[in-house]
């Protein structure tokens, strides 16, 4: 009965007490940046604030959401979210039913498909690419390039595997072709495997910030995360060659604060969702037949 | 992430009966008319794969070229290994590569020995509400994209940031440039690193402890092992399939110290220890021109990764079974 021990007791309360210190310095960065964004710049510049805010306002935001730079490149991020996140589901639920089953040169194609997670062509020849078929500065360089995902591939087919067989036999006895059984059995019967990936999909579209920076030559075409990173980023490695003390003149905090905490407030609201799938999710794919 | 894919406990080792199970080969015509819908569904994931991943790879043919964009890859002149034997000649790009072994090695060791740390000392908590908080708040960083993290960073250890501020009132101790000291470059990736991390690699081993068959404590317990002999006797060598499966596939890795990472936190000052072999390409090529030299640093990178992932693919499967899918 270790649980009883005087030498066990110890080490609980101090576990108990340093795993939620260890939680706490995963949560606290985000709220000092909330606090941050709510008070007033004199406060923020002064190192006045911690985790509350100091001269309550909201100017922040109210800047932040009447910049039309900051708005636009929010409505692009939504934009190759949703349809990045459509195509990709399309591409890859087709793809992931048709490998759950057997037939000749499966095995090639699952090869073909599986390589990409172990080599790829690289930066350089991708932007060649992107630049030669001429999406440069569209937003289909956002979307296309990366809708198709080996690693979802294969999470996908894994949960169809997990369909029973006898399901697909009778449906077949009854008359209804590999597509009806897609449709009206597939389909349905792994919807909470299907929103899991679709969430990684969409989280995974709302943070990419590099291609937006490689593919877009003007500004005003960025999505949401390239936009943060030359405003939070970019400007800090600029202000790097200042003093201090003119860094901090300069640099306005809470607006970047409140820039950042608006950026990443979409993927605090779904984490519970995604949270409730993820670990389920990821241990149910890896089951096999 | 991809280190969670198939099954790496798989107990039973197979002999092999795929190769009894399958069916009998259909001609190619008959397997056409049968399965045409199955093809069909495959051709949009292939068109997408054909053009988007293996297009760039054949732009790989740059990396033999002093490629001009104005040429093209058909007119630029053939040069053939100078590009690769130029890697070694740089003192920025030999740099570049001892960075990124330094910094990902580092990484990946850190980033296996903590969780499982972390993981032993989380299943001591039995009290249920805590336990599940604790686990919703250490994973809620890995979701966060590193321009997010990086802001924050550059916030919190900047010279007159949060934590400056902290030790200078505790401690008395001067401002610490945490990322523009060539010094503490390094420290700060890894560590910032394994706290946007270390939540999400732990998932796999808490699953592995929680599938420990509770009868082999009770045996130990009534054999008067006490929990610190109980861990190191029964839990440890049960996670050590899954120790193993992780710690070979993390081999693929060994030239990966984090693009995304690296690009948002470093500066001029800290190339010297800081700049990797990714951030080298990117401002070699893109902001320089060097195309042809940028695609050779690229393929020297992903062709050694390709190889130690092929590698450690088998190891894995050796050793624990495990396969891809």
Partial sequence: MYHKTGGYKVFAVFNYIFLILVALSCFLPLLHLLAQSFSSKSAVNGNLVTFWPVEFNTDSYRKTFSNSNFTGSMLISVTRTVLGTAISMFVITTAGYALSKEFRGRNALMWIFVFTMLFSGGLIPSYILITTLGLKDTLWSLVLPGAFGAYNLILIMNFFKTIPKALEEAAFIDGASFFGIFRKIYLPLSLPGLATVGLFIMVGHWNSWFDGILYMSDTNKYPLASFLQTVVVQSNAQSMALSASEAAALSEKSLKAAQIFISTLPIILVYPFLQRYFVKGIVLGAVKE | ?325
């Fill in chain 2, 1 to 325: 992430m991809a280190q969670l894919l198939g099954n790496p406990i798989a107990r039973e080792k197979p002999e092999r009966p795929e190769k009894l199970e399958q069916p009998l080969r259909n001609p190619w015509g008959k397997e056409i008319r049968k399965s045409w819908p199955l093809y069909l569904m495959c051709l949009p994931a292939l068109v997408f794969v054909l053009i988007f991943a293996y297009g760039p790879m054949a732009g790989l043919v740059m990396a033999f070229q002093d490629y001009k964009p104005w040429l093209g890859m058909t007119g630029s002149a053939w040069i053939g290994m100078d590009n690769f034997a130029r890697i070694f000649q740089y003192e920025e790009s030999t740099q570049a590569i001892i960075n990124t072994l330094i910094i990902a090695d580092c990484k990946i060791v850190i980033g296996i020995i903590v969780p499982i740390f972390m993981a032993i000392l989380l299943s001591e908590i039995r009290n249920v509400g805590v336990k599940k908080s604790i686990q919703t708040l250490v994973y809620l960083p890995h979701f966060l994209s590193w321009v997010t993290v990086a802001g924050m960073m550059i916030d919190i250890l900047g010279l007159d940031g949060g934590i400056n501020h902290f030790l200078a009132s505790v401690f008395g101790t001067k401002p610490i440039f945490f990322l523009g000291d060539p010094e503490l470059f390094r420290p700060t990736v890894i560590i910032s690193d394994l706290w946007k991390n270390f939540g999400f690699s732990m998932i796999v081993y808490l699953a592995t402890i929680t599938g420990i068959d509770p009868s082999y404590y009770e045996a130990a317990e009534i054999d008067g092992a006490t929990r610190r002999q109980q861990i190191r006797h029964v839990t440890l060598p049960s996670m050590l399939p899954m120790i193993i499966v992780i710690a070979t596939l993390s081999l693929g890795s060994i030239l990966d110290a984090g693009f995304d990472q690296i690009f948002n936190l470093y500066n001029p000052l800290v190339y010297s220890t800081g700049d990797i072999i990714d951030t080298y390409v990117y401002r070699s090529s893109l902001l320089n021109g060097q195309y042809g030299f940028g695609t050779a640093v690229g393929l020297f990178k992903s062709g050694i990764s390709l190889v130690l992932i092929v590698i450690s693919y088998r190891i894995a499967y050796k050793l624990a079974n495990y396969k891809i899918f």
